[in-house]
């Protein structure tokens, strides 16, 4: 018989069992140990849930057995009975995921209420308004979040009632109100469901705890798991706690609180409660929320008990900590704690401040922040001068930084679609849910209608970094018109809005944005992460411009400039096409000799900007046929501004047709064919890097790339021309410089064979791009299609363009680099593929022991933070 343990009572475990527990059931048993009152219940493990999937998604008997002893259990801690008529114990059931997944998850309140216990609770409490509101609550949440009732429905119902009784809010209906709105919904349940509401609370349990498993693998779940990193195999836990009621009259309430604020970090107690209200009230937006500093006022006793516990929690977790509180009847509780979702400038000047109490070590502040966060001080702002003769139309809160613009989008879908064809546009909402996870993801900000500082918008667009204006009563909003109406004036589906996140400002039009300065928390913080870090950061540059960007962003160099990209300017692409289209050698170095000043001119400038730092340059990559027009009208217009034949020209053309050009005459196979091609990019190399050095005094020491290489021949083939090319370019100058030769390792065969090449190469940089697409045998370009059917049949999680596969690929390169370094031991190995800008590939690289990864100028910092982190975890 297997006795694994499943449920445990939340005086059973502690924080350091998260991963069995879920985030949310280690906080409420560690708040436990602390003496913090807390609403006791038990947990039902990750285990169990992915027991629940490996089972055919069904309950075992074991665990049910488990989940029978424990609510026994929680029966003779809270003196009640389940199921009982004459004291129900009532509980609500929560998801608890190992880390925080705001909104992405279900809720169940005031479960074991029927048509028999809630008039015993109504006798019990002397409050029949309060019994039945509990009750139209638990009918409406369990058959949304169970039974999949859409939660529209509902409130359709509470909205015609409301307007009836000419009242404006679900406070104001009377005890008879809501007795007849449990009538309304229980038959809308039936309506829908073919079936009678459940009164079993056994049953309701059971299938509470089902909805839970199910909803981590909801839609909305699995795109938030995607998009922070979070492995479907973790499952979620499930809490079953004891209720404790908000919503008994006005001695009590129930609130969300931060003991420090989630958009500035300023030190303080930050938070919304409403009084006579449950659950989701306060985020949702419904009624608009009391600053947490009003309950001083209302009940100082209290506001201290309370103040207390939030420094108790954020001194023990050492973080800005995220609690939900109840009061039941002037007695307080808090239901949840956990570290606290925060912009990237609220969580640079909380590592730091905290470091500056003596809290925490500069290692410890440096986990505190995520790396993807920094993405959002790069976010742009309102440029200056834009705003000066721009009046805003209304004033929202300011609940996520930043600065948006774009056309205006009424749902979700919609902003998804428009999105991937290259619009941009702001998500405006009455108030957003987890639904609308992808809409939020794809705009370029977020404005709601309804909701707080802590509403679900705020809470999730702060956690992406993206900019949100949330609470703008002065807004009219019809979804389904697809109108939005402010100040007498109507804006629709074409017009253009911008939205301040820093201000709350909304502006009804179109407003210039610039990318904004960097100092202060940012640049102490960023220090830190330098002095730890042993993986050096260079960037992917093919400009002077992105150089010098990506220098002031803290690159350390350049790790692949693609040297074809500056051949496509208007002023360029004719000689490289005369090039192109050369019959003979001579009339080819001919063309060559026009683009060696270009190309020098563009060496020259980038070496400048990185003031000594390395540049790793890449010969010509891409197939020819990129540089030359494909229809007749081009080619034909091509014909006469070159003094050729125009069906001479097509037949050239479509010479270079090939039927895989990914995998055909590219990379070093063009050098091979035509050496004069590497001679030229050669000489433009050394030539620029003597002339930077004597001209500026800068030491530049080259780093050539041969790409594409898979046969250590022909990677030595082209390396000889390069050697010969440079030494006679030296010779021509009088001057030696220190130059390397090395290879890109996108190739199986390379990592293969990687001793072999190391026996020529003096550097490997791994091109994962290609190397992924080599090793998957599917397309980047392609993938898009059809990766989306494997994420959704659980055969990938992640796209692996963006995170690095790290069984497949990963393995690769840590083969290709023990194998280099066991021929080589001074190679040295960086990355430059897309993947040197993801937190958990940066991590992978330090960990196999590269120098260096190499990623967009934006995403320096990202990487800087994220090889810093990688140290930390795992020191080298």
């Known amino acids: 018989m297997n006795n694994k343990k499943y449920v445990y009572l939340f005086k059973e475990g502690n924080e350091t069992m998260r991963n069995l527990l879920g985030g949310k059931g280690a906080n409420l048993a560690e708040m436990t140990i602390l003496g913090i009152p807390v609403p006791q219940g038990f947990i039902v493990t990750t285990e169990a849930c992915n027991k629940y999937y490996n089972d055919g998604k069904v309950i075992s008997e074991e665990v049910l057995e488990q989940i029978q002893n424990h609510i026994a259990k929680l029966e003779e801690i809270t003196g009640k009975k389940f199921g009982s008529l004459e004291n129900p114990l009532l509980v609500s059931v929560r998801s608890g995921a190992r880390v925080s997944m705001p909104g992405m998850m279900d809720t169940i309140l005031n479960l074991g209420l029927n048509d028999e216990a809630v ?6 409490t002397n409050n029949p308004r309060f019994a039945y509101d509990s009750y139209r609550r638990f009918v409406q949440m369990f058959s949304d979040v169970v039974m999949g009732v859409e939660k529209r429905l509902f409130e359709n119902i509470i909205d015609e009632m409301k307007e009836a009784r000419g009242v404006h809010y679900d406070t104001e209906l009377t005890a008879d109100d809501l007795k007849e709105l449990v009538v309304k919904f229980k038959d809308l349940y039936k309506k829908e469901m073919k079936k009678d509401f459940p009164q079993d609370p056994k049953e309701q349990l059971v299938e509470a705890i089902t909805a839970v498993f199910r909803s981590w693998d909801n839609p909305r779940a699995i795109v938030y798991r995607r998009l922070n990193d979070i492995p479907g195999e973790w499952g979620t836990a499930v809490n079953v706690q004891e209720m404790v009621f908000g919503n008994k009259g006005d001695t009590s309430g ?31 937006g419904i009624r608009t929320p009391l600053s947490i500093t009003k309950l001083n006022e209302q009940n100082p006793a209290l506001y201290k008990q309370f103040i207390d516990i939030v420094n108790k929690l954020e001194n023990h977790y050492k973080d800005m900590q995220d609690m939900e509180f109840t009061i039941e009847e002037g007695k307080l509780f808090f239901l949840q704690t956990r570290n606290g979702k925060r912009t990237a400038q609220a969580a640079l000047k909380i590592a730091v401040d905290l470091v500056s109490e003596g809290m925490l070590s500069k290692e410890e502040a440096i986990l505190k922040v995520e790396p993807k966060q920094l993405d959002s001080l790069l976010h742009p702002t309102f440029e200056a001068s834009a705003l000066k003769n721009t009046k805003e139309i209304a004033k929202g809160l300011p609940a996520s930084p930043g600065a948006a613009c774009g056309k205006i989008a009424f749902t979700a ?35 709601t209608v309804r909701g707080g500082m802590t509403s679900h918008a705020a809470v999730v667009a702060r956690g992406m970094g993206t ?4 609470g703008c009563g002065e807004l009219k909003v019809d979804e389904e018109k697809r109108t939005l109406e402010v100040g007498g004036k109507v804006y629709t589906d074409k017009d253009y809005i911008s939205i301040d996140g820093s201000t709350g400002n909304i502006y009804g039009e179109a407003i210039k944005t610039v990318t904004p300065e960097i100092s202060g928390y940012f640049a102490t913080f960023m220090s830190w992460a330098d002095e730890i870090r042993k993986l050096q950061v260079r960037t992917n540059a093919d400009t002077p411009r992105d150089t010098k960007q990506a220098v002031e962003f803290g690159a350390e160099g350049i790790g692949l400039c693609r040297t074809e990209h500056m051949f496509f300017d208007e002023d360029r692409i004719m000689p490289m096409r005369e090039m192109i289209v050369a019959k003979t050698e001579e009339e080819r170095r001919r063309a060559l000799g026009k683009l060696l000043p270009m190309q020098k001119g563009d060496f020259k400038a980038m070496y400048e900007a990185l003031e000594g730092r390395p540049a790793t340059i890449r010969f010509l990559d891409p197939p020819l046929h990129e540089f030359v027009p494909h229809s007749d009208e081009e080619i034909r217009e091509l014909a006469g501004q070159m003094s050729l034949d125009f069906d001479e020209l097509k037949a050239t053309v479509e010479g270079l047709h090939e039927f895989n050009p990914m995998l055909g005459h590219r990379g070093c196979r063009l050098a091979v064919t035509y050496p004069e091609i590497a001679e030229m990019q050669t000489r433009a190399v050394i030539e620029a890097a003597i002339e930077v050095k004597n001209e500026k005094g800068y030491d530049i020491v080259p780093e050539i790339m041969i790409p594409l290489v898979g046969e250590v021949k022909e990677f030595k083939f082209v390396k000889d021309i390069v050697d010969s090319t440079a030494k006679a370019v030296m010779n021509e100058k009088g001057v030696t410089l220190e130059y390397h030769v090395g290879t890109m390792i996108e190739i199986p065969r390379a990592a293969l064979t990687a001793d072999e090449i190391a026996k020529e190469a003096e550097f490997f940089s791994f091109g994962t791009n290609d190397l992924t697409q080599m090793t998957f045998g599917f397309s980047r370009d392609d ?33 290709a680099a023990e194998k280099g370094r066991a021929t080589r031991p001074s190679i040295k190995l960086g990355i430059c593929g897309e993947h040197g800008g993801d937190p958990s590939s940066v991590e992978f690289c330090h960990n196999v022991g590269l120098d260096y990864v190499s990623c967009s100028p934006f995403r320096v910092p990202l990487a800087r933070l994220a090889a810093a982190q990688a140290q930390v975890k795992n020191p080298r």
């Open 119 to 124: 008039e015993v609770v109504a006798k019990q």
């Open 254 to 284: 129930t609130g969300v609180a931060f003991s420090r604020n989630p958009a500035t970090g300023e030190k303080g107690i930050y938070g919304e409660y409403l009084m006579n209200a449950q659950g989701e009230d306060v985020v949702a």
């Open 413 to 447: 879908e919609e902003a998804k679609e428009r999105a991937e064809k290259g619009e941009k546009v702001v998500l405006v909402r009455l108030e957003t849910s987890p639904e609308d996870i992808e809409g939020m993801i794809a705009a370029e900000g977020i404005l």
């Open 467 to 470: 900019c949100c204006v949330a």
């Open 783 to 815: 993938a898009g299609k059809f990766l989306n059917d494997y994420y959704e049949r659980k055969i990938y999680e992640q796209d692996p363009f963006a995170k690095l596969d790290q069984v497949g690929v990963g393995q690769l390169v840590k083969m």
